[in-house]
T-cell receptor
Framework: DVKVTQSSRYLVKRTGEKVFLECVQD?????MFWYRQDPGLGLRLIYF???????EKGDIPEGYSVSREKKERFSLILESASTNQTSMYLC??????????????FGEGSRLTVL | GDSVTQMEGPVTLSEEAFLTINCTYT??????LFWYVQYPGEGLQLLLK?????DKGSNKGFEATYRKETTSFHLEKGSVQVSDSAVYFC?????????FGQGTRLTINP
């Protein structure tokens, strides 16, 4: 079975803390993505990466950064957490194809609460 | 830019009822279209997809037809079950990413 694993299901952090969300996929996929999910807003893309050490901004990159040092691992970093970053964070991966990203495989999500 | 609009939820139905969740899109060209489902406490998983106009995607009794003339990809199921309770997302394939709708929460009562 294909698998995308997110390191923490639930986190509680304080305003100003640095937060790391880790994601690992075992499918040898080229593409990896970080989305945040908020009620009524659906999924919004934060950052994505189509290769090791490559990264691209998504629709809402402000306040976030990412790291992809190995093909299977994609980390999302909140340099200084704020309360408006309280959300569900979803990691996904996909194989590259001639028609774009193709099917995404998602992890179970990390619910972050910033107090 | 590319966008997806879904019918607002929540939607509540009785078991064995007919289901339609509307989805329309705005995009340049003819992107692939997807429905994803998120069961409680889980991540999203692909439910079905269609890659060109008039294609019909189907899975687990759900169907959706790619309608170019109405830019729509409505999700349907003839007889829903309690186990279909979930959040459903319509999405289209952009150049480098998927663009998602806001999601529709579906609750099926026994």
């Amino acid at each position: 079975d294909v698998k995308v694993t997110q390191s923490s299901r639930y986190l509680v952090k304080r305003t100003g803390e640095k937060v790391f969300l880790e994601c690992v996929q075992d499918m040898d996929h080229e593409n990896m993505f970080w989305y945040r999910q908020d009620p009524g807003l659906g999924l919004r893309l934060i950052y994505f990466s189509y290769d090791v050490k490559m990264k691209e901004k998504g629709d809402i990159p402000e306040g976030y950064s990412v790291s992809r040092e190995k093909k299977e691992r994609f980390s999302l970093i909140l340099e200084s957490a704020s309360t408006n970053q309280t959300s569900m964070y979803l990691c996904a991966s996909s194989v590259s194809s001639g028609r774009g990203t193709g099917e995404l495989f998602f992890g179970e999500g990390s619910r972050l609460t910033v107090l | 830019g590319d966008s997806v609009t879904q019918m607002e939820g929540p939607v509540t139905l009785s078991e064995e009822a007919f289901l339609t969740i509307n989805c329309t899109y705005t995009a340049t060209g003819y992107p692939s279209l997807f429905w994803y489902v998120q069961y409680p406490g889980e991540g999203l998983q692909l439910l079905l997809k269609a890659t060109k106009a008039d294609d019909k995607g189907s899975n687990k009794g759900f169907e959706a037809t790619y309608r170019k003339e109405t830019t729509s990809f409505h999700l349907e199921k003839g007889s829903v079950q309690v186990s279909d309770s979930a959040v459903y997302f319509c999405a289209l394939q952009g150049a480098q990413k998927l663009v998602f709708g806001q999601g529709t929460r579906l609750t099926i009562n026994p």
